[in-house]
């Protein structure tokens, strides 16, 4: 049921019509409440999901407003969690570039990656991929 809500979150914020201010202020505070968290990171249909849906979103309100809200979650204790978020960074940071980041969030991106690089347990390409992207 999540992974068909997350494609329809991720289908309507892609739609012509919806204002990146209705998506900052109505869907945004639901999304990260219920949809980001450990459960969903340790499910890998549902992880790939919200990656993709969490970039859609991107997409459409500014990587700057995504970024800020998650960037914290590099330092949090699950590491399959930290994979996530250091995921979903590294492709909207792909798909829209660092210009809209200020040097506050610089500072928390990149005391994050290297909080999360240096307290991996088991080599992974997402790491070394998002340590690399923001280096």
């Not at 945004?28 to 990171?41: I, S, T």
Request: aromatic share 8%; with cysteine.
């Amino acid at each position: 049921m999540k992974k068909i809500v997350l494609k329809v979150v991720k289908q309507c914020c892609g739609t012509d019509g919806v204002e990146p201010s209705y998506i900052k202020e109505e869907v945004l505070p639901h999304f990260f409440r219920h949809f980001w968290n450990h459960r969903m990171a340790l499910d890998r249909r549902n992880y790939r999901q919200l990656v993709d849906t969490t970039v859609e979103i991107a997409n459409k309100v500014e990587a700057a407003e995504i970024i800020h809200r998650i960037v914290d979650d590099l330092k949090d204790e699950n590491e399959a969690y930290r994979k996530m978020v250091m995921e979903t960074i590294e492709k909207i940071m792909s798909n829209l570039g660092a210009a809209q980041i200020d040097s506050r969030l610089e500072e928390q991106l990149i005391d994050g990656i290297l909080y999360a690089f240096q307290e991996q347990t088991t080599e992974d390409l997402v790491m070394l991929n998002g340590f690399d992207s923001h280096a």
